[in-house]
């Protein structure tokens, strides 16, 4: 028996070669969207929340990412629950205003980073997502100096966006990057992997009516029975071995504002997983799909011993004495899915920090107006650490940039602007 989220997936696959990667937390996402406001896991210090911010990076045209976003996921959810693409913050507000659960699929992230960037009417959209992002019983917001205020009661906002991995990094600051508005995104990043271009099964819209019936009727039993998610004791021990090494390993000390946030992630993937099981076992029937595409026997993704008879219709969904248990795999796997998504913002972090520390080496000769100064004096102005530096003028000698010469046994830095 195979997972909403592997079904999910392999329905992406049939329609793009985008990476999988992107179909698992964008279906993930989905999930959690349709679990509503009021499901919830019930852990210290409040209760966690199933709406997630998706940052989805990679090459320009190749990696198909907005293919994965708009084409593929946006006609699957329940138009009542679509924000708007393209808004102010006022419009997002107004639009919050009238439906306070929704799922936005944003444009282009560069456009938004450029606007919170420059400090334009696009900086209230990083204040307005900061603070909704954690799911407050009433919102309240006053914009610029409008007496308009706009009042929100229990908004639940998800987020999903794509961006070049150029435009990210062009458009950000290590305010940004450090403060309080991108730790709350999950930013994935895969590298495209070429696949010739085939046909699309006669029955695709088939599988598509499907997947959409089942996140519609999700919606609505969640909208009248939320659910209460609780770590078993084993969940809870696999957990705070996580947070652990998330806080005390000198490997994850640079992304500290990310280790936070990431730690409720973990704890809502794993909610999500059990879900996305859930309707593995008891929704999505092999029989349904063995008639809705014959592709499905040749990716293998059913199991021959399972019997139709033990799975119930999607128009049955019981999630009334469902088990809301969260056991430690469940933990396991959400970590196994989110960790490399860390893994990606230490290297991110790493290259807009060694770009800034260039910076300060750079306008140290400007500032002194000069092209050579002696090596202590440059790290004295500089105001970095010794080891920040020595890897600083390491980088911009193998730039060309940087030259070095020793005279009466003191050494110089020679720059020479590009």
Same mark, same amino acid.
């Given at each position: 028996?195979?997972?909403?989220?592997?079904?999910?997936?392999?329905?992406?696959?049939?329609?793009?070669?985008?990476?999988? /990667?992107?179909? =698992? +937390?964008?279906?993930?996402?989905? %999930?959690?969207? #349709? &679990? !509503?406001?009021?499901?919830?896991?019930?852990?210290?210090?409040?209760?966690?929340?199933?709406?997630?911010?998706?940052?989805?990076?990679?090459?320009?045209?190749?990696?198909?990412?907005?293919?994965?976003?708009?084409?593929?996921?946006?006609?699957?959810?329940?138009?009542?629950? /679509?924000?708007? =693409? +393209?808004?102010?913050?006022?419009? %997002?507000?107004? #639009? &919050? !205003?009238?439906?306070?659960?929704?799922?936005?699929?944003?444009?282009?992230?560069?456009?938004?980073?450029?606007?919170?960037?420059?400090?334009?009417?696009?900086?209230?959209?990083?204040?307005?997502?900061?603070?909704?992002?954690?799911?407050?019983?009433?919102?309240?917001?006053?914009?610029?100096?409008?007496?308009?205020?706009?009042?929100?009661?229990?908004?639940? &906002?998800?987020?999903?966006?794509?961006?070049?991995?150029?435009?990210?990094?062009?458009?950000?600051?290590?305010?940004?990057?450090?403060?309080?508005?991108?730790?709350?995104?999950?930013?994935?990043?895969?590298?495209?992997?070429?696949?010739?271009?085939?046909?699309?099964?006669?029955?695709?819209?088939?599988?598509?009516?499907?997947?959409?019936?089942?996140?519609?009727? &999700?919606?609505?039993?969640?909208?009248?029975?939320?659910?209460?998610?609780?770590?078993?004791?084993?969940?809870?021990?696999?957990?705070?071995?996580?947070?652990?090494?998330?806080?005390?390993?000198?490997?994850?000390?640079?992304?500290?504002?990310?280790?936070?946030?990431?730690?409720?992630?973990?704890?809502?993937?794993?909610?999500?997983?059990?879900?996305?099981?859930?309707?593995?076992?008891?929704?999505?029937?092999?029989?349904?799909?063995?008639?809705?595409?014959?592709?499905?026997?040749?990716?293998?993704?059913?199991?021959?011993?399972?019997?139709?008879?033990?799975?119930?219709?999607?128009?049955?969904?019981?999630?009334?004495?469902?088990?809301?248990?969260?056991?430690?795999?469940?933990?396991?796997?959400?970590?196994?899915?989110?960790?490399?998504?860390?893994?990606?913002?230490?290297?991110?972090?790493?290259?807009?920090?060694?770009?800034?520390?260039?910076?300060?080496?750079?306008?140290?000769?400007?500032?002194?107006?000069?092209?050579?100064?002696?090596?202590?004096?440059?790290?004295?102005?500089?105001?970095?650490?010794?080891?920040?530096?020595?890897?600083?003028?390491?980088?911009?000698?193998?730039?060309?940039?940087?030259?070095?010469?020793?005279?009466?046994?003191?050494?110089?830095?020679?720059?020479?602007?590009?």
């Amino acid at each position: 028996m195979i997972s909403f989220i592997e079904f999910y997936t392999w329905y992406q696959n049939l329609r793009t070669n985008s990476p999988s /990667v992107f179909g =698992e +937390h964008l279906a993930i996402q989905a %999930l959690g969207h #349709a &679990l !509503g406001r009021n499901s919830i896991n019930e852990i210290q210090p409040r209760a966690v929340h199933h709406n997630i911010y998706l940052n989805i990076l990679g090459a320009s045209g190749k990696s198909k990412k907005s293919t994965a976003q708009e084409d593929i996921m946006k006609p699957l959810y329940p138009n009542k629950y /679509v924000g708007p =693409e +393209h808004f102010s913050p006022e419009g %997002l507000l107004r #639009a &919050l !205003g009238k439906q306070n659960q929704l799922i936005c699929p944003l444009g282009e992230f560069s456009s938004f980073l450029r606007g919170i960037r420059k400090g334009n009417y696009m900086e209230a959209f990083k204040e307005i997502s900061n603070e909704l992002f954690n799911c407050p019983d009433k919102f309240t917001k006053t914009l610029g100096n409008s007496d308009k205020s706009y009042f929100v009661i229990e908004p639940y &906002l998800s987020l999903n966006t794509t961006c070049t991995i150029e435009e990210f990094k062009d458009n950000i600051n290590t305010t940004m990057l450090h403060g309080g508005f991108l730790p709350r995104w999950i930013n994935i990043y895969a590298r495209p992997k070429y696949r010739r271009r085939g046909l699309l099964p006669d029955d695709i819209k088939k599988v598509e009516r499907y997947i959409k019936d089942i996140l519609f009727k &999700l919606y609505v039993v969640c909208e009248k029975k939320p659910l209460k998610f609780t770590l078993t004791e084993d969940a809870l021990d696999t957990y705070d071995v996580i947070c652990k090494d998330l806080e005390s390993n000198s490997k994850w000390q640079g992304v500290q504002g990310y280790v936070s946030r990431m730690e409720n992630y973990i704890i809502a993937y794993a909610d999500i997983l059990i879900i996305s099981d859930f309707l593995g076992q008891k929704v999505i029937r092999q029989d349904e799909l063995m008639q809705l595409t014959k592709l499905m026997k040749l990716m293998k993704l059913t199991n021959d011993n399972d019997s139709a008879d033990n799975i119930n219709s999607i128009n049955s969904i019981n999630l009334v004495n469902f088990v809301n248990s969260v056991k430690s795999s469940s933990i396991t796997k959400a970590w196994t899915i989110l960790k490399p998504q860390l893994e990606y913002v230490r290297t991110l972090v790493s290259d807009i920090d060694e770009d800034r520390y260039v910076a300060k080496v750079i306008r140290t000769f400007q500032i002194n107006d000069t092209n050579v100064l002696t090596w202590s004096k440059c790290l004295q102005y500089s105001h970095l650490k010794s080891r920040d530096f020595n890897d600083v003028i390491e980088t911009l000698t193998l730039r060309g940039q940087i030259s070095s010469y020793i005279k009466d046994r003191i050494t110089y830095l020679k720059y020479k602007a590009k």
